[in-house]
């Protein structure tokens, strides 16, 4: 019965989130649109942040409670800024943010096109600190948390992904440096690990035929495509818990034990595949992957 008090009979319990206002960026589709959608039924109200304007809006209309969006850049520091400040006055405070907003591209670094590879490290690295830049002061007002999504890609970088895992790197320590700035303010901060989960980004890159074979050389369970939901599922859990560390599938947190080793593991593995895949990497396409990254390329043509 203990497990009954501060609840009334036939009455059901107040959702977790209820009350609470989360913003997350590149809330348009994959991740960020799903997490968008359990914080919302998890009573939350839902500031969603992107390029897509038409795909942000349907998001909305498709979401349980209030919501709002708002077309913004990550990179652009001054239209995030303005993003905060209307948020703000839209919605009354801020508790959570979710930097969710990212880019990717693939291939040997040495044919890599140097504005899609300092793209990806802009969009990923740079618009996670423009966002906590930008809501830190509502954070702190409201003693909320702020959530970086990073990658499997932070812990063990791999080859042909070097841009995409210099930014994630880049990210986790950002977090971990910025949670120590403000813990003591009552700010929570943390950092999601995600592997290769089922999402445009990840379809985009298993296009391309030399990618999407050197991800199966991978070791299991790294070499696998995991379902969408369930990974979410445990982000939004950790978002409730404010955790400083989340994990979309359970065995990353192993991975944080044995982080020290991987780089001389990959380096082995990978000199062996990238030598027997050296005759076709002048195949590998040079831009952004899939819908997402197709978006982001779209919006930079506008804008200039």
Same mark, same amino acid.
């Given at each position: 019965?203990?497990?009954?008090?501060?609840?009334?009979?036939?009455?059901?319990?107040?959702?977790?989130?209820?009350?609470?206002?989360?913003?997350?960026?590149?809330?348009?589709?994959?991740?960020?649109?799903?997490?968008?959608?359990?914080?919302?039924?998890?009573?939350?109200?839902?500031?969603?942040?992107?390029?897509?304007?038409?795909?942000?809006?349907?998001?909305?209309?498709?979401?349980?409670?209030?919501?709002?969006?708002?077309?913004?850049?990550?990179?652009?520091?001054?239209?995030?800024?303005?993003?905060?400040?209307?948020?703000?006055?839209?919605?009354?405070?801020?508790?959570?943010?979710?930097?969710?907003?990212?880019?990717? &591209?693939?291939?040997?670094?040495?044919?890599?096109?140097?504005?899609?590879?300092?793209?990806?490290?802009?969009?990923?690295?740079?618009?996670?600190?423009?966002?906590?830049?930008?809501?830190?002061?509502?954070?702190?007002?409201?003693?909320?948390?702020?959530?970086?999504?990073?990658?499997?890609?932070?812990?063990?970088?791999?080859?042909?992904?070097?841009?995409?895992?210099?930014?994630?790197?880049?990210?986790?320590?950002?977090?971990?440096?910025?949670?120590?700035?403000?813990?003591?303010?009552?700010?929570?901060?943390?950092?999601?690990?995600? &592997?290769?989960?089922?999402?445009?980004?990840?379809?985009?890159?298993?296009?391309?035929?030399?990618?999407?074979?050197?991800?199966?050389?991978?070791?299991?369970?790294?070499?696998?495509?995991?379902?969408?939901?369930?990974?979410?599922?445990?982000?939004?859990?950790?978002?409730?818990?404010?955790?400083?560390?989340?994990?979309?599938?359970?065995?990353?947190?192993?991975?944080?034990?044995?982080?020290?080793?991987?780089?001389?593991?990959?380096?082995?593995?990978?000199?062996?595949?990238?030598?027997?895949?050296?005759?076709?990497?002048?195949?590998?396409?040079?831009?952004?992957?899939?819908?997402?990254?197709?978006?982001?390329?779209?919006?930079?043509?506008?804008?200039?």
């Amino acid at each position: 019965m203990s497990g009954m008090a501060g609840q009334r009979p036939g009455r059901p319990a107040r959702p977790v989130l209820q009350g609470k206002v989360a913003v997350v960026t590149g809330a348009a589709r994959g991740v960020g649109e799903l997490i968008a959608r359990k914080l919302s039924a998890r009573g939350a109200t839902v500031a969603l942040v992107g390029l897509e304007e038409e795909q942000l809006k349907q998001v909305g209309e498709r979401l349980h409670g209030e919501s709002a969006h708002w077309y913004a850049d990550v990179t652009d520091h001054e239209a995030m800024g303005r993003v905060a400040r209307e948020v703000s006055q839209r919605f009354g405070r801020v508790d959570i943010v979710v930097a969710n907003a990212g880019v990717a &591209s693939g291939g040997p670094f040495v044919q890599s096109d140097p504005e899609t590879w300092r793209r990806v490290i802009e969009v990923n690295l740079i618009g996670g600190a423009n966002t906590g830049r930008a809501f830190l002061p509502a954070l702190l007002a409201s003693r909320g948390y702020f959530l970086q999504i990073a990658s499997l890609a932070a812990i063990a970088p791999a080859p042909m992904m070097t841009a995409y895992c210099a930014s994630k790197s880049g990210v986790e320590a950002f977090a971990h440096g910025l949670r120590c700035e403000v813990g003591h303010r009552g700010v929570g901060v943390g950092v999601a690990y995600l &592997s290769w989960t089922d999402t445009d980004m990840v379809r985009g890159a298993d296009r391309d035929e030399v990618m999407r074979e050197m991800r199966q050389k991978l070791p299991w369970p790294s070499n696998l495509t995991y379902p969408l939901g369930p990974a979410v599922d445990r982000i939004v859990a950790g978002i409730e818990r404010r955790a400083p560390h989340v994990y979309g599938q359970w065995w990353l947190r192993g991975m944080q034990g044995v982080r020290g080793y991987l780089p001389g593991l990959l380096a082995t593995a990978g000199k062996r595949e990238i030598r027997r895949m050296e005759p076709r990497l002048a195949n590998v396409g040079r831009g952004l992957v899939g819908a997402g990254g197709e978006a982001d390329e779209a919006g930079r043509t506008q804008r200039h």
